[in-house]
């Protein structure tokens, strides 16, 4: 009776292991509104890179190619069970797409970037977090977003800043 306790104790955490960082794709197609086009946004983590394409159709199942945005971190640390995409609402029924790639060994560093209907070109794509300067001295982008999270019909949509972490000896 211990033995199968054991072993599937065992079978339970290997699964959990496998699955924590699976390699599967995030994507997202992001539905046409305001005057804006639709989109469509795939991380592929095996690529190290972010596909997305506007789209003519509200679905995306029009054709069209694809463009790639490399992602800063290395691909054995990209964290796709972490990474998400998700509609911000920036008024007047139209909304903007935020991807944010995890990094698994730092959990103070993401990529981001914001894409809007409107543009072939994110409207913000970088490392946020402390991706700057040495332990006890970082600094980088930060989500200023909370705001935004909160009151989901915020006009004024989306806003990052710099973020200065010191350590300082006492």
Do not use: Y
Request: glycine share 12%; hydrophobic share 40%; proline share 5%.
């Amino acid at each position: 009776m211990k033995d199968r306790i054991a072993l599937g104790l065992m079978l339970a955490m290997s699964i959990g292991a496998s699955t924590a960082r699976a390699e599967g794709p995030v994507r997202k197609v992001i539905p046409p509104g305001g005057g804006l086009d639709a989109m469509d946004l795939k991380l592929d983590a095996a690529a190290g890179v972010l596909r997305f394409r506007r789209c003519r159709a509200p679905d995306c199942s029009d054709t069209g190619a694809l463009k790639e945005l490399p992602i800063p971190i290395e691909r054995t640390r990209i964290d796709v069970a972490a990474s998400t995409i998700e509609l911000v609402p920036i008024g007047e029924g139209r909304q903007v797409a935020r991807v944010r790639v995890a990094d698994a060994q730092r959990k103070d560093l993401a990529f981001e970037a914001v894409f809007s209907g409107q543009s072939e070109t994110p409207i913000f794509a970088g490392l946020t977090g402390f991706a700057l300067g040495e332990d006890g001295d970082r600094s980088g982008n930060h989500d200023n977003n909370e705001r935004a999270k909160t009151f989901r019909h915020d006009p004024q949509g989306l806003a990052w800043g710099l973020r200065r972490g010191q350590v300082t000896a006492a």
